[in-house]
C-alpha cells in the first residue's frame, strides 16, 4: 500500500515552455500533497504544500506564478512549471500525506530538462 | 527552527559489515522521526519512522533506528549490509505531524564487495 505515481518519470523542453507534472496516490486518499526540489547531490527542498480544493501554500523563495500548483482531487496533485527556463532544469519530486498514518509517501520522482 | 543535521556525507562498508548512519535533530517539542532511502534516479522509499513509544524502531530491509532524547539522535543501523543498500539515505524530523519534514543533507552509502 502507500503507492504514489508521478508523470512523466522525465521531460525535455524548450525554453519558454510550460510543463505539468502529475502526481497521484495511488491507494489512498490525500487531502494534503507536497512538491520538492532536488538538485544533484543534494536534499530535498520543499517548495510548495497542495490542499485539495483550497490554494497551495508556497515556501518563501518560490515563485507561485512559475509553479503552479492544482489539487484538484484527493489523489491528483498537478505542478505546472510555466515559462520554463534552464535554470528550472531539475529532479521534481512529490509526495501524499496519508493521515492515516501520519506519514509521507514518495513519488519517484520527475527528471524536467529544459533546453 | 527544526533543523537535522546528518554529519557524515558518505560513507564506505564492506559488504557484510555492520552499519551506522548518524542522525542528529533540533526540534523543541517531541519530534516524529524518519528514515527515507533513494537510489539513482529515484523518489524516496520510507525505511522506518518514529512517533512515540519504543525507542527502538524496526524497520524495512533490515534496518533499525533508535530514538535518544538526551542525545537528540536518531541513528540508524543495520548488522549486515548488503550490495543493494547502496543508496542515499535521509534523515527527516516532521513538525506538525508530518504536515511538514525538513530533511537532513544526506548520506551516500557505498558498498564494497
Known amino acids: 500500500g502507500a503507492v504514489v505515481s508521478q508523470h512523466p518519470s522525465w521531460v525535455i523542453c524548450k525554453s519558454g515552455t510550460s510543463v505539468k507534472i502529475e502526481c497521484r496516490s495511488l491507494d489512498f486518499q490525500a487531502t494534503t500533497m507536497f512538491w520538492y526540489r532536488q538538485f544533484p547531490k543534494q536534499s530535498l527542498m520543499l517548495m510548495a504544500t497542495s490542499n485539495e480544493g483550497s490554494k497551495a501554500t508556497y515556501e518563501q523563495g518560490v515563485e507561485k506564478d512559475k509553479f503552479l500548483i492544482n489539487h484538484a482531487s484527493l489523489t491528483l496533485s498537478t505542478l505546472t512549471v510555466t515559462s520554463a527556463h534552464p535554470e528550472d532544469s531539475s529532479f521534481y519530486i512529490c509526495?501524499?500525506?496519508?493521515?492515516?498514518?501520519?506519514?509521507?509517501?514518495f513519488g519517484p520522482g520527475t527528471r524536467l530538462t529544459v533546453l | 527552527a527544526q533543523s537535522v543535521t546528518q554529519p557524515d556525507i558518505h560513507i564506505t562498508v564492506s559488504e557484510g559489515a555492520s552499519l551506522e548512519l548518524r542522525c542528529n535533530y533540533s526540534y523543541g517539542a517531541t519530534p516524529y522521526l524518519f528514515w527515507y532511502v533513494q537510489s539513482p534516479g529515484q523518489g524516496l522509499q520510507l525505511l522506518l519512522k518514529y512517533f512515540s513509544g519504543d525507542t527502538l524502531v524496526q524497520g524495512i530491509k533490515g534496518f533499525e533506528a533508535e530514538f535518544k532524547r538526551s542525545q537528540s539522535s536518531f541513528n540508524l543501523r543495520k548488522p549486515s549490509v548488503h550490495w543493494s543498500d547502496a543508496a542515499e539515505y535521509f534523515c527527516?524530523?516532521?513538525?506538525?505531524?508530518?504536515?511538514?519534514?525538513?530533511f537532513g543533507q544526506g548520506t551516500r552509502l557505498t558498498i564494497n564487495p
Open positions: 509526495s501524499a500525506s496519508d493521515s492515516d498514518t501520519d506519514t509521507q509517501y
Open positions: 527527516a524530523v516532521g513538525y506538525q505531524g508530518a504536515q511538514k519534514l525538513v
